[in-house]
């Protein structure tokens, strides 16, 4: 059964970059029927999706966070990371790491067990 | 972008009853929608994709219908475990965007 575990650290300072890293196991990373993504949830509120490492090695992101984010993936490690450089406030959140299936179909499942990140001084 | 809007926002039901969840697209994703239950302090976790189809474990009291712009969630008899926040989420181009939850809380 595929497992995502989730690490990295919870606080971050404002104009700094927000690094977190999701390790794959009980699969491949290196698998043309899933991608990879990264999924935010800001205190009470929805999710917002920000990015996908797509299988082809192509990223595709969130309009909105284009210019600060980039995912990586690591298939030595069968890890993929997030980053998102000059956080403010509004990046508080809890994110997720996802596999994202590919093809017809590209919902996800499963999920990291989420990582709450705050944005403060 | 494709705004998804979820409603009502908040549904009070008791156990055992019957639960219908809405999901409307601002335009037309064929079938390409897929439905999360969030219980409190989880992750999500994938329900329906294929706006119909039942993902992988996922128990026959939930079922999902629709196609084009609008969508729905049914769950025949409502479970403890239940009561919980609902997601919608398209994925018919990028970029890909979720319904902004309904939270199914008890009567």
């Known amino acids: 059964q595929l497992q995502l575990q989730q690490s990295g650290p919870g606080l971050v300072k404002p104009s700094e970059t927000l690094s977190l890293t999701c390790t794959v196991s009980g699969g491949s990373i290196s698998s043309s029927t899933y991608s990879w993504a990264w999924i935010r949830q800001p205190p009470g509120k929805g999710l917002e999706w920000i990015g996908t490492f797509y299988y082809s090695g192509s990223a595709f992101y969130n309009p909105s966070l284009k210019s600060r984010v980039t995912i990586s993936v690591d298939a030595s490690k069968n890890q993929f990371s997030l980053k998102l450089t000059s956080v403010t406030a509004s990046d508080t959140a809890v994110y997720y790491c996802a596999r994202q299936k590919t093809g017809a179909d590209n919902w996800f499942d499963p999920w990291g067990q989420g990582t709450l990140v705050t944005v403060s001084s | 972008e494709i705004v998804m809007t979820q409603s009502p926002a908040t549904l009070s039901m008791s156990p055992g009853e019957r639960a219908t969840l809405s999901c409307r697209a601002s335009q037309s994703i064929s079938s390409n929608l897929a439905w999360y239950r969030q219980k409190v302090g989880q992750a999500p976790r994938l329900l329906i994709y294929g706006a119909s189809t039942r993902a992988t474990g996922i128990p026959a009291r939930f079922s999902g219908s629709g196609s084009g712009t609008e969508f729905t969630l049914t769950i025949s008899s409502l479970q403890s475990e239940d009561f919980a926040v609902y997601y919608c989420?398209?994925?018919?181009?990028?970029?890909?965007?979720f319904g902004q939850g309904t939270r199914l809380e008890i009567k």
């Open positions: 989420q398209h994925y018919n181009n990028w970029p890909i965007t």
